[in-house]
T-cell receptor
Framework: GEDVEQSLFLSVREGDSSVINCTYT??????LYWYKQEPGAGLQLLTY???NMDMKQDQRLTVLLNKKDKHLSLRIADTQTGDSAIYFC????????????WGLGTSLAVNP | DAGVTQSPTHLIKTRGQQVTLRCSPK?????VSWYQQALGQGPQFIFQ???????QRGNFPDRFSGHQFPNYSSELNVNALLLGDSALYLC???????????FGPGTRLTVL
């Protein structure tokens, strides 16, 4: 079946890099997304990657995809206190009308 | 471009009542997906509307129904509310031409 798993908590110091990990089970996944959710707010799309790519970089964000192991990671360079939030990994495939399957989210705490 | 908008922001209802939530997609997007996010959980797919038809449905009872209008905006209706329906309801806007899926700020529904 379709499942996405993430570690629940991560704590880093301001200025360090954060790495948030995600694993998924659906081998037909086409798109993999990272969303950010601040308390009481909606979901902000951070970045996404196609399943035929292994890396994507966007300013402070780097996404790595290991399709063989079905493992996705999000690296945030120079983490700031404003990066404190819950980060969700989600996958979808074109054959499923791009319905998003979500992890439980990783709560990132950035300590000054 | 106003992005994805949802109304109302917050809603309080009692058990057994009915509720209607509204969503306007991003300009240029023709597809709307609805998700339910319970506290501390990842979003769960409710259904998706495209060309004014329900294109796909998640594992939600028939009490959850929807509609899409010719201008692509959408409504989510929930009948016979239960306490367990208390959640953040999120609307995602997408189109087949682009890979991004953008979310509105959500409607926080509390059922007493």
């Amino acid at each position: 079946g379709e499942d996405v798993e993430q570690s629940l908590f991560l704590s880093v110091r301001e200025g360090d890099s954060s790495v948030i990990n995600c694993t998924y089970t659906d081998s037909s996944s086409t798109y993999l997304y990272w969303y950010k959710q601040e308390p009481g707010a909606g979901l902000q799309l951070l970045t996404y990657i196609f399943s035929n790519m292994d890396m994507k970089q966007d300013q402070r964000l780097t996404v790595l995809l290991n399709k063989k192991d079905k493992h996705l990671s999000l690296r945030i360079a120079d983490t700031q206190t404003g990066d404190s939030a819950i980060y969700f990994c989600a996958e979808s495939n074109a054959g499923n009308n791009r319905k998003l399957i979500w992890g439980l989210g990783t709560s990132l705490a950035v300590n000054p | 471009d106003a992005g994805v908008t949802q109304s109302p922001t917050h809603l309080i209802k009692t058990r057994g009542q009915q509720v209607t939530l509204r969503c306007s997609p991003k300009s240029g997007h023709d597809t709307v997906s609805w998700y339910q996010q319970a506290l501390g959980q990842g979003p769960q797919f409710i259904f998706q509307y495209y060309e004014e038809e329900e294109r796909q449905r998640g594992n939600f009872p028939d009490r959850f129904s929807g509609h899409q209008f010719p201008n692509y905006s959408s409504e989510l209706n929930v009948n016979a509310l239960l306490l367990g329906d208390s959640a953040l309801y999120l609307c995602a806007s997408l189109t087949d031409s682009y890979n991004e899926q953008f979310f509105g700020p959500g409607t926080r529904l509390t059922v007493l």
